[in-house]
């Protein structure tokens, strides 16, 4: 069965400092990956996505950045946080062809931005 | 420019009463339409999608009616039970894209036992 974690599932940090989140996929290779972030109570915005090990496409400039350092997992990073970071990110995977059509989201890591 | 639109923002129904939630969209190269079903502090899970070559999709008490016509879709749960008490989010994929999702803004559903 394929499994996805994703660290931490809090942090509390404080604007100017540096973060790293992470997200591990367990059972399948190769699969697509996603980072979304999530406004509290607010509709989901796709990031960054990966097809592949080194290769990753930005969506939307956040001042974040994304990277794919092993087959199975993503990373999200900034080296600087603003206030508008704070939020819930999410990593999904999915499948690529014809009709793979679905995303399997994380737990999710919530993030606090003071 | 919100791409799928949600409604109503949020709604209340009685344990047993049919839950209706409404969905449209703008861009005509949409072509998948999952539904997803989101907890507090969880991520979201699919709930059930349909293609734009059908215009109903069943999967126990959750029925998707699709319009491609009027670029309109609803999710209705029939029997409403206080652990469908969730947000839901409709989403859109476009053709041969990166699999892709475009999210609308949700739909909060709380069901009263």
């Known amino acids: 069965a394929q499994t996805i974690h994703q660290w931490p599932v809090a942090e509390i940090k404080a604007v100017g400092s540096p973060l790293s989140l992470g997200c591990t996929i367990k059972?399948?290779?190769?699969?697509?990956l996603y980072w979304y972030w999530q406004a509290t109570g607010g509709t989901l915005q796709q990031l960054f996505y990966?097809?592949?090990?080194g290769q990753v496409e930005s969506v939307v400039q956040l001042n974040l950045s994304a990277s794919r350092p092993k087959d199975d997992q993503f990373i999200l990073s900034t080296e600087k946080l603003l206030l508008s970071h704070s939020g819930f990110y999410l990593c999904?995977?999915?499948?690529w062809g014809a009709g793979q059509n679905t995303l399997y989201f994380g737990a999710g890591t919530r993030l606090s931005v003071l | 420019q919100q791409q799928v639109r949600q409604s109503p923002q949020s709604l209340t129904v009685w344990e047993g009463e049919t839950a209706i939630l409404n969905c449209s969209y703008e861009?005509?190269?949409?072509?998948?339409f999952p539904w997803y079903q989101q907890f507090p502090g969880e991520g979201p899970a699919l709930l059930i999608s349909?293609?734009?070559?059908?215009n109903k999709k069943e999967d126990g008490r959750f029925t998707i009616f699709f319009n491609k016509r009027e670029k309109k879709l609803s999710l209705h749960i029939a029997d409403s039970q206080p652990g469908d008490s969730a947000t839901y989010f409709c989403?859109?994929?476009?053709?041969?894209?990166?699999?892709?999702?475009?999210f609308g803004q949700g739909t909060v559903l709380s069901v009263i036992p």
């Open positions: 999904a995977w999915s499948l």
């Open positions: 349909i293609l734009s070559v059908s």
């Open positions: 059972g399948k290779s190769s699969p697509n």
């Open positions: 989403a859109a994929r476009e053709t041969g894209g990166n699999n892709k999702l475009t």
């Open positions: 861009n005509s190269a949409f072509d998948y």
């Open positions: 990966s097809i592949t090990v």
